[in-house]
């Protein structure tokens, strides 16, 4: 079965920067799509960004201009660049992919934690 780990998250101040990475145990042009999700305690888990198999990107407008979502086709990992970060975004960040062979199905990793404080 596909499995994804995430990785790179940790405690940063206001205005900082971090770096998420994903890395899936296939070759990452099997997915159709692939994504970073957010989720607070007690609240629904929110699209953060997503790409797709031919490297179409999008962005939740909350972090558009401030994060970017891109691969490394040889490592078989998607990344988030996450720059001038801001207390609301502290959250587990989970990466997701949806497999091309099975549209129906999906994987998830077992989340980073991104807290932004001072």
């Known amino acids: 079965q596909v499995q994804l780990v995430e990785s790179g998250g940790g405690l940063v101040q206001p205005g900082g920067s971090l770096r998420l990475s994903c890395t899936a145990s296939e070759n990452i042009f099997s997915f159709n799509r692939m994504g970073w999700y957010r989720q607070v305690p007690g609240a629904q888990r929110e699209l953060v960004a997503t790409i797709t198999r031919s490297g179409s990107s999008d962005y939740a407008d909350s972090v558009k201009g401030r994060f970017t979502v891109f691969r490394d086709i040889t490592k078989n990992t998607m990344y988030l660049q996450m720059n001038s970060l801001k207390p609301e975004d502290t959250a587990v960040y989970y990466c997701?992919?949806?497999?091309?062979?099975?549209?129906?199905?999906?994987?998830w990793g077992q989340g980073t934690q991104v807290t932004v404080s001072s």
């Open positions: 997701n992919a949806l497999p091309g062979s099975d549209p129906t199905s999906n994987y």
